[in-house]
């Protein structure tokens, strides 16, 4: 059993940053990857950042690349999702998820992650 706790969600002007945690606890050597989702109001939940439990293998969904970056700390057993120069259509729910199950590349689909966080809330307005 995995336990993921989101904390860092918030309001934020357009333009802004906001950084994520996903402090995970239980069985943490059983996971293979961490991922970083969202939903929005009226969307499907979709892949932000995932990374590999050994950090090698990273996925960038393409509205993301050069303005989001994600990171790891495995003595914290801690995933990091810092937000840079956020938009308006990044409001959404953000959630963290475990996979377990796949280890032979960085799963990026919502199905393949068997644990979740509660999600946090941001919201990017002015």
């Known amino acids: 059993q995995l336990q993921l706790v989101e904390s860092g969600g918030g309001l934020v002007q357009p333009g802004g940053s906001l950084k994520l945690s996903c402090a995970v606890s239980?069985?943490?050597?059983?996971?293979?990857?961490i991922g970083w989702f969202r939903q929005g109001p009226g969307k499907e939940r979709e892949a932000v950042l995932c990374?590999?439990?050994?950090?090698?293998?990273?996925y960038y969904a393409d509205f993301v690349k050069g303005r989001f970056t994600i990171s790891n700390d495995n003595a914290k057993n801690t995933v990091y999702l810092q937000m840079n120069s956020l938009k308006p259509e990044d409001t959404a729910v953000y959630y963290c998820?475990?996979?377990?199950?796949?280890?032979?590349?960085?799963?990026?689909?919502?199905?393949?992650?068997?644990?979740w966080g509660q999600g946090t809330q941001v919201t990017v307005s002015s």
């Open positions: 998820a475990a996979s377990t199950e796949v280890d032979t590349y960085t799963p990026s689909e919502p199905d393949e992650y068997d644990y």
């Open positions: 239980g069985f943490t050597t059983d996971y293979h990857a």
């Open positions: 990374i590999s439990r050994t950090a090698r293998s990273i």
